[in-house]
């Protein structure tokens, strides 16, 4: 084999990495947004976004009159048939069949909700066992729906209220704002004390409202009265809009079953992006070096068989030199990806992998570890990342000089503090890391806080339980 065609091959080997590499990193680079986001919509003003909550109250109202009228109806009437059919059994599968409608009713009234801008979320079905039994229980032991048929009944005085407040601010604003048009217009007619006026004339007690003058007061009470109806309607929808949050929101075992629910899906969520991430890593990174390795290595045995007599040495030399290099790099991304998944340091303890964690960050660390209880793995290791990716904000963002790290238990919790001097401003959706950190500790039953005036200092304390 000439020095040339192993020159050849060597740059082949060497080209077929960089363009793994290569495509990589051009897959990695996010999209050009502005090609295909269109021009912002315009900003609505003031002016305009009261006069659509007007107009969504107005429509709530309206609305209100049938849950007014037929609510507590259905109400009556689903107590009435299943209470009353109860002692022959007949009543308890049409009473549960009646509370089951409350609950689609009820959600019907949570979407209208937004209308008064409470926007509510969705009460998770009840647990329901196979069966018409099953199915009967479920439904007569439903809190929510028990809840709907309260809020049916209590619809009838909050709903009567809202409506008489608007009627009578445009009903009556509308008569009064138009009066100086019409209050001669009547035929003339004598009173009770034998006083001719239009019979169109509006009076108080003795005093007629028969001038231009009276007249043109009106007129500008009834048009008070309109500018100010949209927010006499907002006021009077006070009760409604906290009869619907109190009553129609789930409860907080629905609350919680829900969570565990969002919990799941984005676990799921994770756990496939996070294998698609290991799969592309070992693909493009240390699978693609071990196959240059393989070719490096079929190279040097071509060679050696080529070269009878010894005269490719330097040839041999340089790539075993590049097979060696190659099989480096390899094991130092395998063990960097196998220290994604678990750092081999906190088989030591959470104290001696945060100690070797706080030693290798720019920024000078004071460490305080306060534990009596070893925590669970899992939360070893979410404490792990949560001090990490806190480190790696302050280093990236905050500009600070010095931070410290607090790690302490109160019974069964851990509280982990990560405090800074430096510029301040962090907050959670801020696209600094602290939206993921919040979803991982929400996983586990914990939680974050942030206090992170502009300026500094800013302060992280993070609370998890010990036991995952």
Same mark, same amino acid.
């Given at each position: 084999m000439t020095a040339a065609k192993l020159s050849r091959c060597r740059s082949l080997s060497r080209r077929?990495?960089?363009? /793994?590499?290569?495509?990589?990193? #051009?897959? *990695?680079?996010? =999209? #050009?947004?502005? *090609? #295909? +986001?269109?021009? =912002? =919509?315009? !900003?609505?003003?003031? /002016?305009q976004r009261r006069q659509s909550r007007g107009l969504q109250e107005f429509r709530y109202v309206l609305g209100n009159l049938v849950v007014a009228v037929f609510g507590p109806l259905y109400v009556l009437a689903v107590l009435f048939v299943g209470v009353g059919l109860a002692v022959v059994l007949a009543g308890i599968p049409l009473l549960a069949l009646g509370l089951a409608g409350a609950r689609r009713w009820g959600a019907v009234e949570a979407r209208r909700a937004r209308l008064l801008d409470v926007w509510l979320d969705r009460t998770p079905p009840p647990p329901v066992r196979p069966g018409l039994g099953g199915w009967t229980i479920a439904h007569l032991t439903d809190a929510? $729906?028990? /809840?709907? !048929?309260?809020?049916?009944? &209590? @619809?009838? =005085?909050? %709903?009567?209220? %809202?409506?008489?407040? $608007?009627?009578a601010f445009y009903g009556l604003g509308a008569v009064l704002a138009t009066y100086p048009v019409w209050f001669r217009m009547g035929a003339s007619v004598a009173d009770e004390e034998g006083v001719v006026k239009p019979e169109t004339t509006l009076r108080f007690d003795s005093f007629y409202f028969d001038t231009w003058l009276s007249a043109l007061a009106l007129g500008l009470a009834g048009v008070l009265m309109l500018i100010l109806a949209p927010r006499a309607i907002h006021i009077s929808l006070a009760p409604d809009r906290l009869l619907s949050w109190i009553l129609l929101r789930p409860g907080r075992g629905a609350e919680r079953i829900r969570d565990l629910e969002d919990m799941r899906a984005r676990t799921l969520d994770d756990a496939t992006s996070a294998l698609r991430r290991i799969e592309r890593d070992l693909h493009d990174g240390a699978q693609a070096r071990l196959v240059t390795l393989a070719m490096d290595l079929g190279l040097i045995k071509q060679t050696l068989e080529d070269d009878d007599s010894g005269q490719n040495k330097q040839q041999i030399r340089d790539l075993i #030199? +590049? $097979?060696?290099?190659? &099989? @480096?790099?390899?094991?130092?991304?395998?063990?960097?990806? $196998?220290?994604?998944?678990?750092p081999p340091i906190l088989d030591s303890g959470l104290d001696a992998a945060l100690a070797s964690l706080t030693n290798s960050v720019k920024v000078p660390v004071d460490l305080s570890i306060d534990l009596y209880d070893r925590p669970s793995p899992a939360i070893e290791a979410i404490s792990y990342f949560c001090v990490a990716e806190l480190l790696t904000n302050v280093v990236k963002h905050s500009d600070a000089t010095r931070t410290s790290v607090r790690v302490s238990q109160r019974h069964d919790m851990i509280r982990l503090e990560v405090q800074d001097d430096g510029r301040g401003g962090a907050r959670i959706g801020a696209g600094s890391g602290l939206t993921g950190l919040a979803e991982r500790l929400r996983r586990v039953d914990g939680r974050i806080t942030v206090n992170s005036p502009v300026g500094g200092p800013t302060i992280i304390r993070a609370h998890l339980p010990l036991r995952a």
């Open positions: 077929s990495l960089d363009d /793994r590499k290569d495509v990589n990193v #051009e897959s *990695a680079s996010p =999209p #050009e947004l502005g *090609a #295909e +986001i269109g021009p =912002p =919509p315009p !900003m609505t003003s003031d /002016r929510s $729906a028990w /809840r709907v !048929m309260l809020y049916l009944v &209590a @619809k009838l =005085p909050t %709903a009567s209220t %809202a409506f008489v407040t $608007a009627t #030199e +590049i $097979a060696h290099s190659n &099989a @480096k790099e390899a094991l130092t991304e395998l063990r960097n990806l $196998a220290r994604g998944f678990h």
